[in-house]
Nanobody, 120 residues
Framework: QVQLVESGGGLVQAGGSLRLSCAAS????????MGWYRQAPGKKRELVAT???????NYSDSVKGRSTISRDNAKNTVYLQMNSLKPEDTAVYYC??????????????WGQGTQVTVSS
């Protein structure tokens, strides 16, 4: 069993910033890619940003230039720094991790989500 726990969400005014964190724990052999997704009311879950084990990053067009994804492999933690927040960024943000187990089985694990609300 693997657990991903997000933190750092909250209420912020438009133009403000937030830094989200997601820490993975459990029986883990290795974590490859990690990413952030979000789901706004009435919309499906969408990709926000991803980062590979080697540090290569990818961002959705909606957050590119305003967000930075990073990771600390020693802590099994991924971060998302979001600046210049807009009301359209309001959503529940979820982290995801590609976990390889000792059996070489690969799974995708999701956190419980953290709410980000941006007021106008």
């Amino acid at each position: 069993q693997v657990q991903l726990v997000e933190s750092g969400g909250g209420l912020v005014q438009a133009g403000g910033s937030l830094r989200l964190s997601c820490a993975a724990s459990g029986i883990i052999f290795r974590i490859n890619g990690m990413g952030w997704y979000r789901q706004a009311p009435g919309k499906k879950r969408e990709l926000v940003a991803t980062i590979t084990g080697g540090g290569d990053t990818n961002y959705s067009d909606s957050v590119k230039g305003r967000s930075t994804i990073s990771r600390d492999n020693a802590k099994n933690t991924v971060y998302l720094q979001m600046n210049s927040l807009k009301p359209e960024d309001t959503a529940v943000y979820y982290c995801n991790a590609e976990v390889i187990h000792i059996s070489f089985r690969k799974d995708n694990w999701w956190g419980q989500g953290t709410q980000v609300t941006v007021s106008s």
